[in-house]
């Protein structure tokens, strides 16, 4: 027993050394960052803790499987955290969560990445997206979200680059030109991933030039295919995957002689990889100009503007097409968010895509085919078209509407903005039910204009926008009797083809989850805002919490450590910039801000009242005041707000400090002094003195705006 217990004694020892001795183990290696591939996106439904796709799975859904917040419980759903971003312009970003981080874009095309379940920031991307190109789009530099696939983070910038980043890094692994950055388009839009490759169209098509969507392969940035959604010179061919179909389906419902302006139909927003079919679905935008007369000779359908066009993903090649709107004259872009869903309808397992884009109808088609199923209108108040034809899929025009070979106004409903424009929708596959902001009795005067001169870099639609008159003439008295605007919360249900359920309010986004909870992003003032809350079956209003910024972008759920977290991006959209409010706001930068039960977190104050208007004492001359209005109308208002009255999204030149003087003036609006920030220098499109003439016409409103303060002062 001595003998043995020494040699353990010993064997102890000499174990204790080698231990000592020995090298320690190797650290766990840390997950790889964003590992998402096309398997794993196929069944995104059964990750509810992530959130790996924009629209939360390749059906675009923005249904989230997670129920641990319910109706029962909301009232403890508090801010867990905040995360600050370095830029006060629009904010649209639906942010992307894959294991436990979260990936989000910013205005300019920036990007970041933070700890989900603290908001810490991992790291940022600045693809310094050059400044004068904010002046070639309608709404601002925002950006609608990234693509997360294969180790990398996808963003397409708003002067038109696809950039590569790696998501562990966030360094730069390529990039490429999807447009030369000298042409009229922008990209606002989330690029979308499947099938090894990744999608992205652009907008512009309030400047012109042609909509297309290209395919780029995801780990070289290699373009794969690029389809035209609108034809070209015939004798020209794009020598594109859009070739054939143009020639054999599309040109012959284009009129007139074809130029480097004409067209539209751009994809700004919805792209849906269906894995299903292997297909890609594009939703287009209105024709350039708006006014039929000045593209295609006052006829024709002109082919694929307002359209849902179903394409190969591998190759770009056509397999059909639905036309929403044919020959619109109205702005009804079809680019609201395309959801896919299997539906039992009349007893018959369908796979089916649901729209609902501005004009006013709800549709849903048949996947494979294209085939129209059913379209009925979600909205009240439809009056350019009585219905649509079940037959032939085309709508039963009112004659009234086609103002343009009439050259009369109409006042169409809805109006431009849409019975619903882009603001994500969802759908609950709990209980059925379809949810998205809409809008009854909207309307919009179109006045058409009697010549027509492209000028590149103005948006020369057509018409005389932002005003309900021509020049010269009389603005029509307004109807008493017709009814009231009305916006609301609307759960469709898509089997009975009925409104389900209306809630009254002005929103945005909209996101379900399988806890029973419908949530949307409001406005209070169109720069504060709040999320809001309702039971997903009846509607009820259950819960809300403001937050200091507007909440124009999407709302997503993921889950860290078993907690459920509602995440929303801040700041006002940038299709608000021309919307006036009485209640003027210091700029505030936008932030991500994230919910949770029994969160402990504390948002930030609502923005301060901005500062007072700047009183100018010269005087401008009646004529040049006059000058001035015009030039603002059709140069300025679209970023700055109609009549001048700015939420100050971009800046109120009722406060500008520059204002006051008039060298200090002409070196901002005509030489392009701070065109870094995206005000260009506008002297090739103003007549002499024009900068001076838009200056008195800004002073006198700042006097009124000063005016209207003193009264409202206690």
């Known amino acids: 027993m001595k003998h043995t217990s020494i040699a353990l004694f010993s064997l102890a020892l000499l174990l204790a050394a080698c231990a000592k001795q020995a090298p320690p183990p190797a650290a766990l290696a840390p997950k790889p960052a964003a590992q998402v591939d096309d398997a794993r996106l196929a069944k995104a439904d059964s990750e509810p803790q992530n959130w790996m796709v924009y629209g939360g799975n ?150 012109g030039g042609r909509g297309y969507v290209s395919a780029y392969k995801a780990d070289t940035g290699e373009m794969a295919w690029r389809f035209f959604t609108v034809p070209g010179d015939p004798a020209k061919p794009d020598g594109a995957a859009s070739d054939a179909v143009l020639a054999s389906k599309a040109q012959a419902t284009w009129f007139g002689k074809p130029n480097d302006y004409r067209g539209g139909g751009n994809v700004w927003n919805s792209i849906v990889y269906d894995p299903d079919f292997d297909q890609v679905y594009l939703a287009t935008g209105n024709g350039f100009p708006w006014l039929r007369t000045f593209r295609s000779e006052g006829k024709g359908d002109n082919l694929f503007i307002d359209s849902v066009v179903a394409l190969d993903a591998k190759t770009g090649a056509y397999r059909w097409h639905y036309q929403e709107t044919p020959g619109d004259i109205w702005d009804y872009d079809s680019v609201a968010d395309m959801i896919l869903a299997d539906l039992n309808l009349g007893g018959q397992a369908r796979k089916v895509l649901m729209h609902t884009p501005k004009n006013g109808f709800f549709y849903e088609l048949d996947r494979k085919t294209g085939e129209l199923i059913s379209a009925e209108p979600y909205i009240a108040g439809i009056n350019w078209a009585k219905g649509i034809d079940k037959k032939t899929g085309r709508p039963i025009m009112n004659p009234l509407a086609w103002y343009d070979s009439r050259k009369q106004p109409f006042t169409a409903s809805p109006g ?102 419908v949530f949307q992003g409001h406005s209070r003032n169109v720069v504060m805002g709040e999320l809001v809350a309702y039971r997903a079956d009846t509607g009820e209003k259950i819960w809300s919490h403001e937050t200091p910024n507007a909440v124009a972008g999407g709302v997503v759920s993921y889950a860290v450590d078993g907690e459920q977290y509602v995440l929303v991006t801040t700041g006002q959209g940038g299709g608000s910039i021309i919307a006036g ?54 140069r300025c208002a679209r970023c700055h707000g109609i009549n001048a009255m700015s939420p100050n999204i971009l800046p109120d030149l009722r406060r500008s400090a520059a204002l006051g003087s008039k060298d200090a003036w002409r070196s901002i609006v005509e030489d392009g002094a701070l065109q870094n920030t995206g005000m260009i220098a506008w002297k090739r499109f103003l007549p002499e003195g024009g900068a001076e003439a838009i200056r008195g016409y800004v002073a006198g409103q700042a006097r009124v705006e000063a005016a209207a303060l003193a009264a409202r002062k206690p």
């Open 58 to 207: 390749q059906q675009a859904q923005r249904f989230s499987g997670l129920n641990q917040i319910t109706p029962d419980n909301i009232k403890d759903l508090k801010p867990a955290w905040s995360m600050d971003f370095d830029t006060n312009r629009g904010q649209e970003s639906t942010a992307l969560v894959v294991d436990g981080v979260v990936y989000v874009t910013t205005a300019w095309s920036k990007v970041y990445a933070a700890d989900a379940k603290t908001g810490k920031a991992l790291w940022e991307f600045d693809p310094k997206v050059a400044g004068p190109h904010a002046a070639m789009n309608c709404c601002d530099v925002v950006s609608r979200g990234a693509a997360v696939y294969q180790g990398k983070v996808y963003v397409a910038t708003f002067d038109g680059r696809l950039i590569a980043i790696d998501a562990a890094s966030g360094k730069q692994v390529w990039s490429t030109a999807t447009f030369d950055p000298e042409s009229t388009h922008a990209i606002s839009g989330a690029p979308r991933v499947g099938a090894g490759l990744v999608f992205i169209g652009n907008s512009g098509g309030e400047f």
């Open 416 to 517: 431009e903005g849409g019975g619903h424009s882009w603001a994500p929708t969802a759908f609950s596959p709990k209980t059925g039910f379809m949810y998205l902001q809409a809008s009854d009795y909207s309307s919009a005067r179109h006045v058409p204009r009697p010549t027509y001169e492209y000028v590149k870099g103005l948006d020369n639609i057509g018409t005389y926008h932002f005003t309900n008159h021509a020049p010269g003439q009389a603005a029509p008295n307004p109807d008493p009797n017709a009814p009231k605007p009305a916006n609301y919360l609307l759960a469709w249900d898509p089997v009975a083809q009925k409104a389900a359920w209306k809630m009254p309010g002005l929103g945005g986004a909209v996101m379900a989850t399988a806890g029973g909870v």
């Open 581 to 634: 409010t009485p209640d003027v706001r210091a700029r505030q930068n936008g932030r991500l801000v994230a919910f949770k039960l029994g969160g402990t977190a504390t948002l930030a104050g609502d923005p301060p009242a901005a500062g007072p208007p700047v009183v100018v004492a010269e005087d401008f001359t009646a004529d040049s005041v006059k000058v001035g209005a015009d030039l603002y109308l059709n």
